[in-house]
């Protein structure tokens, strides 16, 4: 199995910023797709960045531009650096990773917004 803990969520004004990171239990990196969902109050888990072993990225539109996501192999991390923040960001922000097939997730972490 993996286990993937997440870090740096909490409570942020309108317009300031966040970084999230997600550790991988394994030491040798052997996740292809890294990527971050979030579910906020009344709604469902949606997609909100992924990135690819090659270092391909890909982001909901509702982020786009605002956020970035990276990854470092050799810690088997990945990174959310959340800037410009919108009351609407508020979620609880969870991380996933793919591996041989089968999709783990993180425990999630708070990211509250106030306008």
């Known amino acids: 199995q993996v286990q993937l803990v997440e870090s740096g969520g909490g409570l942020v004004q309108a317009g300031g910023s966040l970084r999230l990171s997600c550790a991988a239990s394994?030491?040798?990196?052997?996740?292809?797709?890294l990527g971050w969902f979030r579910q906020a109050p009344g709604k469902q888990r949606e997609l909100v960045a992924t990135?690819?072993?090659?270092?391909?990225?890909n982001f909901a539109d509702s982020v786009k531009g605002r956020f970035t996501i990276s990854r470092d192999n050799a810690k088997n991390t990945v990174y959310l650096q959340m800037s410009s923040l919108k009351p609407e960001d508020t979620a609880v922000y969870y991380c996933?990773?793919?591996?041989?097939?089968?999709?783990?997730w993180g425990q999630g972490t708070q990211v509250t917004v106030s306008s």
């Open positions: 996933a990773a793919d591996y041989l097939g089968n999709r783990y």
């Open positions: 990135i690819t072993g090659g270092g391909s990225t």
């Open positions: 394994r030491s040798r990196f052997s996740i292809n797709t």
